[in-house]
C-alpha cells in the first residue's frame, strides 16, 4: 500500500519544471506585451495579464484533476475523448462566434474556448489507441488509411474554419508514424512534393520539369540495383509535371490574396525589387515590426517592462502570435536562447520518456505531445524571425489564451500521468 502511493506521486519533476519555468517566463511576457500605463496590480482583470494571471490558477486546478485520474482511464476513454472533440469541433458551424475571419471560438459570456486547442491531444491519445490496440507497426496500407483518417477528420474540420494555422498542426503526426514503423518512402515523397511545389513557384513548370528530368536521368544511369524501367521513370515525370501544374493553379486560384502575399513575399517571386519591397510593407508589416523588435534587443536586451516597442504596441497581437517578439527585445539574444534552450530540453525529456515507456499506447502519445510541441514551438518563432511565412499559430505556455494553455497543459500532463505509471529514473 505505502509502495503504491509512493508510485502515485512519482511525477517526472524534470519536465514539470520545465513546464513551470515557461508558464512564469511566459507570463511575464504576456504583462510587458499587454500592459497599458503602470502596472498597479497583477490582478487587474481589465487588462489581458490579469486574465491571463486567473487561466494560469485554473490551469493548476485542472493539473490535479488530470494527475487524479487513473493512467488507464486515459487509454479506456481515448475514442471517446476524440468523439467528443469531433463534435465540439462540428458544432461550431452551428454555433461558433467569427473571431478575426474563423469561426474557431464558442462564446460564453465574455469568454471564447477554441475547441481546435482540445482536440490536439484529444487525437494524439486516437491515434495512440488504435496502432496500441492493433500492436500495429503502420506497414500495411490498410493501417495507414485508418491512423490518416484518424487525423484528416478534425484536420479538415478545422480547415473549414478557416484555421490553416491549426490545421497545420496535424503534420506533427507524421513524426509518430515515422517512429512506428512507416516507411522512409513516404518520407522521401513528402520532401520531393515540397521541392517541387518551391522550384514550380519560382522557376516555374518548365524549369520544374528540367530538373526532374535531370534527377531521373542521373538515377537511371549511375543506379546500378533494381533499376527501374524507362516508361516508369516517364510516368514519375509526368506525376510531378502535373503536380508542379496543380501547384500554380492552386497558388492562382485557391488562396486568398493575402495567403497569395505571404507566399510572394517570402520566396520573393516578385521579380521587381521595388513592387517587392512594398507588398512586404504592405502585407508583413507585423512581420516588420517583429523583426525590429527582436533586432533592438541586442545581447542583454532593454529590460523587463522597458521595450520601446512592445509598450508602444507597435506590433500586432504581440501577446498571442508574436509574443516571442517581446522576449527578444526585452531579454535580448541571451533570453531568447534561454526560451530556445527550455523548449528543447522540454521535448528531447519528452521524447526520453517516451522511449522508455513500457506500454506502446504511452510511447505513441508520448512522441505524439512532443511532436505538437516542435511543430508548435519551431513555426512559431520562425515566423516571428521570418525564417518561414506567415502562420497564426501561438506559441506554447507563452502566448495569451486560456484555451491554448489549457489545451497544451492537457496534452501534456496526461503523459507526465502515463509516465507515474512505470518506476522511472535518469
Not at 498542426?169 to 518551391?198: D, K, P, T
Amino acid at each position: 500500500m505505502l509502495r503504491e502511493n509512493q508510485r502515485r506521486f512519482k511525477f517526472d519533476w524534470i519536465t514539470i519544471i520545465l513546464f513551470l519555468l515557461l508558464i512564469g517566463f511566459g507570463y511575464l511576457n504576456i504583462l510587458s506585451a499587454s500592459h497599458v500605463g503602470d502596472v498597479t496590480s497583477y490582478f487587474d482583470t481589465s487588462q489581458l495579464y490579469g486574465k491571463q494571471l486567473i487561466f494560469i490558477g485554473l490551469t493548476l486546478i485542472l493539473i490535479i484533476l488530470i494527475l487524479s485520474f487513473e493512467a488507464k482511464f486515459y487509454e479506456r476513454f481515448a475514442s471517446i475523448i476524440y468523439i467528443v472533440a469531433i463534435l465540439a469541433l462540428l458544432g461550431l458551424f452551428l454555433f461558433g462566434k467569427d473571431v478575426n475571419g474563423a469561426r474557431s471560438w464558442y462564446g460564453i459570456g465574455s469568454m471564447t474556448i477554441q475547441p481546435s486547442e482540445f482536440a490536439k491531444f484529444a487525437t494524439a491519445l486516437a491515434v495512440a489507441k488504435y496502432i496500441s490496440d492493433l500492436q500495429t507497426n503502420m506497414q500495411t496500407l490498410k493501417d495507414q488509411i485508418r491512423v490518416a483518417a484518424i487525423i484528416f477528420i478534425p484536420a479538415l474540420l478545422i480547415l473549414l474554419q478557416n484555421d490553416a494555422g491549426s490545421t497545420m498542426v496535424y503534420l506533427a503526426f507524421f513524426f509518430v508514424f515515422y517512429r512506428e514503423g512507416l516507411q522512409q518512402i513516404y518520407l522521401i515523397v513528402a520532401l520531393s512534393l515540397i521541392v517541387l511545389a518551391v522550384l514550380s513557384l519560382k522557376y516555374g513548370i518548365a524549369i520544374t520539369a528540367i530538373v526532374v528530368t535531370l534527377v531521373l536521368a542521373i538515377r537511371y544511369f549511375f543506379r546500378k540495383k533494381k533499376r527501374a524501367s524507362i516508361p516508369q521513370y516517364i510516368l514519375v515525370l509526368l506525376l510531378a509535371v502535373s503536380f508542379s501544374y496543380g501547384v500554380k493553379l492552386f497558388y492562382q486560384h485557391g488562396l486568398k490574396t493575402h495567403q497569395q502575399n505571404r507566399i510572394t513575399i517570402f520566396l520573393r517571386l516578385e521579380k521587381d525589387p521595388v513592387k517587392l519591397e512594398q507588398m512586404r510593407k504592405r502585407e508583413a508589416y507585423n512581420l516588420i515590426q517583429s523583426e525590429q523588435a527582436i533586432s533592438s534587443g541586442g545581447l542583454t536586451g532593454k529590460g523587463f517592462l522597458q521595450g520601446t516597442r512592445t509598450t508602444g504596441k507597435f506590433v500586432p497581437e504581440q501577446e498571442t502570435d508574436y509574443i516571442f517578439s517581446t522576449v527578444g527585445e526585452e531579454w535580448g539574444f541571451l533570453g531568447s536562447s534561454t526560451v530556445i534552450i527550455l523548449f528543447v530540453l522540454l521535448i528531447i525529456r519528452i521524447l526520453y520518456l517516451a522511449e522508455a515507456q513500457k506500454s506502446q499506447f504511452s510511447r505513441v502519445y508520448g512522441y505524439g505531445v512532443a511532436s505538437i510541441l516542435f511543430i508548435h514551438f519551431t513555426v512559431n518563432i520562425g515566423m516571428v524571425m521570418g525564417l518561414i511565412p506567415t502562420v497564426g499559430i501561438p506559441l506554447p505556455f507563452f502566448s495569451y489564451g486560456g484555451s491554448g494553455l489549457w489545451g497544451f497543459t492537457i496534452l501534456l500532463f496526461i503523459f507526465i500521468k502515463l509516465d507515474s505509471n512505470k518506476i522511472n529514473e535518469w
